[in-house]
C-alpha cells in the first residue's frame, strides 16, 4: 500500500514586474497555511512521510520547508525536482512513479493546475475540486510500487479523514 499526499503551496506574493514568477515567496498567511495543514497532517493516523518531493519554486520550497519543520523530518528527505516546476499532471504522475519502492507515505508539493488536475486523474470518484492555497490531500493507493500509479492502483478516498481529506 502506498500513500500519496499531495500539497499546493500557501499563499505567494503578488506576480511584480521586478520578480519572476519562480522567485515569488509565500506571505505571511502561507507560511500560516503550510503550518496549519503540516500540523493537520501531523495529526492524522498516518505516519510521518517519507520523502518530500518539492518544486523548486521558492513558493514551494519554503510549503515544504515548512512541512519538514513541522513534521521533523531531516532535511535530506527533502527533494527539489526541476520537472515539478509548474507541471501538469503527466509530470506529476512521472516524478511519482520514479519513486523508490521503500518509500511508503510521498508527499508532493507543486503548483495549481496541475496538482488539482493530477488528483481529479487519480481519484475520479472523489469529486476533488481545485485546490486552494496551502490545500492538500493524501490518498492511499492498493500497490506496492510508485510505478503503477495511474495504472493498475485506484485511489482509496471514501472515508473522509482516513483516507482521502482534502483541506483548505
Not at 114 to 126: H, K, L, T
Given at each position: 500500500m502506498k500513500r500519496?499526499?499531495?500539497v499546493r503551496h500557501g499563499?505567494?506574493?503578488?506576480k511584480a514586474a521586478s520578480v519572476a514568477d519562480f522567485d515569488?515567496?509565500?506571505t505571511r498567511r502561507g507560511l500560516a497555511e503550510a503550518a496549519d495543514m503540516a500540523r493537520r497532517l501531523r495529526v492524522q493516523d498516518f505516519?510521518?512521510?517519507d520523502l518530500v518531493l518539492t518544486s523548486p519554486a521558492v513558493r514551494a520550497a519554503q510549503t515544504a520547508e515548512v512541512f519538514a519543520r513541522e513534521l521533523a523530518l531531516a532535511s535530506r528527505l527533502v527533494k527539489r525536482v526541476d520537472a515539478l516546476y509548474l507541471a501538469p499532471p503527466d509530470e506529476l504522475q512521472d516524478a511519482i512513479r520514479s519513486t523508490g519502492a521503500r518509500v511508503g507515505h510521498l508527499l508532493v508539493v507543486g503548483h495549481?493546475?496541475?496538482?488539482s488536475e493530477f488528483a481529479q486523474q487519480v481519484a475520479p470518484g472523489?469529486?476533488?475540486e481545485?485546490?486552494?492555497t496551502g490545500a492538500s490531500c493524501t490518498l492511499i493507493f492498493n500497490t506496492e510500487a510508485w510505478q503503477t500509479l495511474?495504472?493498475?492502483?485506484?485511489?482509496?478516498y471514501d472515508a473522509p479523514g482516513r483516507f482521502f481529506d482534502l483541506w483548505h
Amino acid at each position: 500500500m502506498k500513500r500519496l499526499t499531495l500539497v499546493r503551496h500557501g499563499q505567494a506574493e503578488w506576480k511584480a514586474a521586478s520578480v519572476a514568477d519562480f522567485d515569488r515567496p509565500l506571505t505571511r498567511r502561507g507560511l500560516a497555511e503550510a503550518a496549519d495543514m503540516a500540523r493537520r497532517l501531523r495529526v492524522q493516523d498516518f505516519a510521518a512521510p517519507d520523502l518530500v518531493l518539492t518544486s523548486p519554486a521558492v513558493r514551494a520550497a519554503q510549503t515544504a520547508e515548512v512541512f519538514a519543520r513541522e513534521l521533523a523530518l531531516a532535511s535530506r528527505l527533502v527533494k527539489r525536482v526541476d520537472a515539478l516546476y509548474l507541471a501538469p499532471p503527466d509530470e506529476l504522475q512521472d516524478a511519482i512513479r520514479s519513486t523508490g519502492a521503500r518509500v511508503g507515505h510521498l508527499l508532493v508539493v507543486g503548483h495549481n493546475p496541475g496538482v488539482s488536475e493530477f488528483a481529479q486523474q487519480v481519484a475520479p470518484g472523489a469529486a476533488i475540486e481545485s485546490f486552494a492555497t496551502g490545500a492538500s490531500c493524501t490518498l492511499i493507493f492498493n500497490t506496492e510500487a510508485w510505478q503503477t500509479l495511474g495504472t493498475a492502483s485506484e485511489a482509496k478516498y471514501d472515508a473522509p479523514g482516513r483516507f482521502f481529506d482534502l483541506w483548505h
